[in-house]
């Protein structure tokens, strides 16, 4: 049985490290400001939907990436105080994969040059009339991947500069499949089922290796949809600091301490983000953090074992995103939109409703669905 004075002594440690990554990351907040403005790692003013918004022009100009302030932060801290081969090093290498991933897509958006994927129309007629019959070939082999590029078009928003959605999806898939392996292979028996809460810690469900792919969907799953919901100043940084907080005391209950320190030390980091980030933003989260720490938290959900619980604890990332699968499935099959814009916060802006009303109220509700989800998740 643990005293209390060990629990009071694992409290105030996961309190320390919380602190400890708080204040680093504020000390060094100034420097990476500095360096966004120096080198222009800014918003532009090319085509988005969301510049229809009027407020949405005022964005421009503010540095984006500004989500290396908690990527950084936590890698380094972990790397420093809590490296451990066995829950550590693989959560923190896959938030890095996957932040590399959104880099680029930044920088792609700011400096590169805009890109065009062609219709399957286009695809199909070059089938029949291209003049070399390898060609032909070539594109009718590759048909079926032009169609996935083709609904990466109808899912994600105008291509601009950036990665298309199939190219995100497909490194995506590709963390997810490090985390899977990892959970699989190399955690033992116990992470190869899904916990049942209100069982008392004696029934799972043990879906064999279909666990592998639903490892890898969550993963991607987080990811996109925490990249989804940073679209208004403060929105996901505010909403990660509660499932993150839920998923370090469901670590710590489980007796996972390296994982509920990794969770302490994300939460200090997106503090101090989210006190730069609300508006006016001093920076933006940009994909290299919203994928990044998505990442993160759908390793989280698994290795302490929420599946289950893991929409209420993600409730507002995954309402985000069920928002703009709905507005899609609409527009392109019933021919008519459910939104205004896509996702929904889009739709409240365009309601009438302010960026901060917006905000504190999707705070408030997701905070309410992370408590649920925690009380659960203990049982």
Same mark, same amino acid.
């Given at each position: 049985?643990?005293?209390?004075? &060990?629990?009071?002594?694992?409290?105030?440690?996961?309190?320390g490290?919380?602190?400890?990554?708080?204040i680093?990351?504020?000390?060094?907040?100034?420097?990476?400001?500095?360096?966004? /403005?120096?080198y222009?790692?800014?918003?532009?003013?090319? /085509?988005?939907?969301?510049?229809?918004?009027?407020?949405?022009?005022?964005?421009?100009?503010?540095?984006?990436? $500004?989500?290396?302030?908690?990527?950084?932060?936590?890698a380094?801290?972990? #790397?420093?105080?809590?490296?451990?081969? *066995?829950?550590?090093?693989?959560?923190?290498?896959?938030?890095l994969?996957? *932040?590399?991933?959104?880099?680029?897509?930044?920088?792609?958006?700011?400096? !590169?040059?805009?890109r065009?994927?062609?219709?399957?129309?286009?695809?199909?007629?070059?089938?029949?009339?291209?003049?070399?019959?390898?060609?032909r070939?070539?594109?009718?082999?590759?048909?079926?991947?032009?169609?996935?590029?083709?609904?990466?078009?109808?899912?994600?928003?105008?291509?601009?500069?950036?990665?298309?959605?199939? &190219?995100?999806?497909?490194?995506?898939?590709?963390?997810?499949?490090?985390?899977?392996?990892?959970? /699989?292979?190399?955690? $033992?028996?116990?992470?190869?089922?899904? /916990?049942?809460?209100?069982?008392?810690?004696?029934?799972?469900?043990?879906?064999?290796?279909?666990?592998?792919?639903?490892?890898?969907?969550?993963?991607?799953?987080?990811?996109?949809?925490?990249?989804? *919901?940073? $679209?208004?100043?403060?929105?996901?940084? !505010?909403a990660?600091?509660?499932?993150?907080?839920?998923?370090?005391?469901?670590?710590?209950?489980?007796?996972?301490?390296?994982?509920?320190?990794?969770n302490?030390?994300?939460? $200090?980091?997106?503090?101090? #983000?989210? #006190? @730069?980030?609300?508006?006016?933003?001093?920076?933006?989260?940009?994909?290299?953090?919203?994928?990044?720490?998505?990442?993160?938290?759908?390793?989280? *959900?698994l290795?302490?074992?929420?599946?289950?619980?893991?929409?209420?604890?993600? @409730?507002?990332?995954f309402?985000e995103?069920?928002?703009?699968?709905?507005?899609?499935?609409?527009?392109?099959? @019933? !021919?008519?939109?459910?939104?205004?814009?896509?996702?929904?916060?889009?739709?409240?802006?365009?309601?009438?409703?302010?960026?901060?009303?917006?905000?504190?109220?999707?705070w408030?509700?997701?905070?309410?669905?992370?408590?649920?989800?925690?009380?659960?998740?203990?049982?």
């Open positions: 049985m643990v005293s209390n004075m &060990e629990l009071v002594a694992t409290l105030q440690s996961l309190l490290f919380t602190l400890l990554t708080c680093l990351a504020f000390l060094w907040a100034p420097i990476l400001t500095h360096l966004l /403005y120096k222009k790692i800014t918003r532009r003013s090319e /085509y988005r939907a969301e510049m229809d918004i009027e407020s949405r022009r005022d964005k421009v100009g503010t540095p984006i990436m $500004g989500g290396l302030l908690v990527i950084i932060t936590v380094v801290v972990t #790397y420093l105080f809590n490296w451990s081969r *066995a829950f550590t090093w693989v959560p923190i290498g896959v938030m994969l996957s *932040a590399f991933l959104g880099g680029i897509d930044d920088l792609l958006n700011i400096f !590169g040059t805009p065009r994927s062609r219709k399957i129309s286009h695809v199909i007629n070059l089938i029949k009339i291209h003049k070399s019959i390898w060609v070939v070539w594109l009718t082999v590759t048909l079926p991947w032009a169609a996935f590029k083709r609904i990466g078009m109808w899912i994600g928003s105008h291509p601009g500069k950036g990665m298309h959605v199939h &190219e995100k999806l497909v490194m995506q898939f590709a963390s997810g499949a490090i985390a899977a392996w990892w959970i /699989y292979f190399k955690l $033992g028996e116990h992470w190869r089922a899904i /916990y049942l809460p209100f069982t008392g810690g004696e029934s799972f469900i043990n879906i064999g290796i279909l666990i592998i792919p639903l490892f890898i969907f969550i993963v991607m799953a987080c990811a996109n949809s925490v990249n989804i *919901a940073d $679209g208004l100043d403060g929105l996901a940084g !505010g990660l600091i509660p499932t993150f907080a839920a998923l370090g005391v469901l670590a710590w209950a489980k007796g996972l301490g390296e994982i509920a320190i990794l302490a030390v994300t939460i $200090g980091a997106l503090v101090t #983000y989210t #006190y @730069f980030n609300v508006k006016p933003a001093r920076f933006q989260m940009g994909d290299i953090g919203s994928l990044g720490l998505g990442a993160l938290l759908g390793i989280n *959900a290795v302490t074992n929420q599946i289950i619980t893991l929409p209420l604890l993600a @409730f507002l990332f309402v995103t069920l928002s703009v699968i709905a507005q899609v499935i609409s527009r392109h099959f @019933f !021919g008519r939109k459910i939104l205004r814009m896509a996702p929904i916060h889009h739709h409240f802006e365009l309601m009438g409703w302010s960026e901060e009303k917006i905000v504190m109220r999707f408030v509700l997701h905070l309410a669905a992370v408590i649920l989800g925690l009380w659960i998740g203990l049982h």
